[in-house]
Nanobody, 125 residues
Framework: EVHLVESGGGLVQAGGSLRLSCAFS????????IGWFRQAPGKEREGISS?????????LYADSVKGRFTISSDNAKNTVYLQMNSLKPEDTAVYYC?????????????????WGQGTQVTVSS
């Protein structure tokens, strides 16, 4: 059974930082991609970053977070991180990670096979 568990969310002031973690297990394919998504109340889910199991260094970011957020992975620990700096009130949302088969990185949620339960990030002004 595949499990993804997000952690690291919380309350932070604008301009602050948080690091989210996504620990995954039970995914039996060697080639995969992990995506980070977020959903704010009343808004559609937004794909914000993606990384794959390859070591080509290619990363994917939404324009809304480019330059502020950094995705990274520790393949030995089956964990993906999202370092979030210069946080803004509009970054407030529930943040989810998801995993898909294949190394094509994507910000399209419907391409992902399994999802975590999410972690709340709240940025105060």
């Amino acid at each position: 059974e595949v499990h993804l568990v997000e952690s690291g969310g919380g309350l932070v002031q604008a301009g602050g930082s948080l690091r989210l973690s996504c620990a995954f297990s039970g995914f039996t394919y060697d080639d995969y991609a992990i995506g980070w998504f977020r959903q704010a109340p009343g808004k559609e889910r937004e794909g914000i970053s993606s990384i794959s199991s390859s070591d080509d260094g290619r990363l994917l970011y939404a324009d809304s977070v480019k330059g502020r957020f950094t995705i990274s992975s520790d393949n030995a620990k089956n964990t993906v991180y999202l370092q979030m700096n210069s946080l803004k009130p509009e970054d407030t949302a529930v943040y989810y990670c998801a995993i898909k088969r294949g190394q094509i990185r994507s910000l399209v949620g419907r391409w992902y096979d399994y999802w975590g339960q999410g972690t709340q990030v709240t940025v105060s002004s």
